[in-house]
T-cell receptor, first 111, second 113 residues
Framework: LAKTTQPISMDSYEGQEVNITCSHN???????ITWYQQFPSQGPRFIIQ???TKVTNEVASLFIPADRKSSTLSLPRVSLSDTAVYYC????????????FGKGTRLHILP | DVKVTQSSRYLVKRTGEKVFLECVQD?????MFWYRQDPGLGLRLIYF???????EKGDIPEGYSVSREKKERFSLILESASTNQTSMYLC????????????FGPGTRLTVT
């Protein structure tokens, strides 16, 4: 499983767009990038997954540059309820390895 | 919506007790997982199961066992609880063995005194 590096914490304000970047320099050709969100006192929740370029859903967008050595999770117009820990995971779909969660990025939204 | 439920949100047990943590999912998923989450250590995989009566060790299986008698139910057993097993325990299920899309339960905060 490719090692990932994320900021430990970030602060932002309500209404802002928040971008969380994950570095994965040794990503393999068949690796996908997956992001999870975890609210306090809850289990993690899958939010988005991608392989290249851009993926968008109702919660977030995921931007992946051509070299795929990093990815950016973008949360549009955040609210206080987006305060959570965000985990970036990288690995192949056809895998026998286990999912490994890193320490994630603690996002704190301020009023 | 996929629903993963865990038998208790909070549990307090004494050292040496046998502890059962139950997890049930309602989406007919074949794959189920048990994690523990500790501050500064993130989520760590204890055991997982890809089928009924099948189990595989994760990263930290010592002191734990599991049981999967029915597809929807995956139990984590602490044979003799110790204080270092005080933690948040999270169960998850997944429709596809190769998928990174796991559905988590709300967690059980276990305190061993």
């Amino acid at each position: 499983l490719a090692k990932t590096t994320q900021p430990i914490s970030m602060d932002s304000y309500e209404g802002q767009e928040v971008n969380i970047t994950c570095s994965h320099n040794n990503i393999a050709t068949n690796d996908y990038i997956t992001w999870y969100q975890q609210f306090p006192s809850q289990g993690p929740r899958f939010i988005i997954q991608g392989y290249k370029t851009k993926v968008t859903n109702e919660v977030a967008s995921l931007f992946i540059p051509a070299d795929r050595k990093s990815s950016t999770l973008s949360l549009p117009r955040v609210s206080l309820s987006d305060t959570a820990v965000y985990y970036c995971l990288v690995g192949p779909m056809n895998r026998d390895d286990k999912i490994i969660f890193g320490k994630g990025t603690r996002l704190h939204i301020l009023p | 919506d996929v629903k993963v439920t865990q038998s208790s949100r909070y549990l307090v047990k004494r050292t040496g007790e046998k502890v059962f943590l139950e997890c049930v999912q309602d989406m007919d998923h074949e794959n189920m997982f048990w994690y523990r989450q500790d501050p500064g250590l993130g989520l760590r995989l204890i055991y997982f199961s890809y089928d009924v009566k099948m189990k595989e060790k994760g990263d930290i299986p010592e002191g734990y066992s599991v049981s999967r008698e029915k597809k929807e139910r995956f139990s984590l057993i602490l044979e003799s609880a110790s204080t270092n097993q005080t933690s948040m325990y999270l169960c998850a299920s997944s429709p596809d063995r190769n998928s990174y899309e796991q559905y988590f339960g709300p967690g059980t905060r276990l305190t061993v005194t």
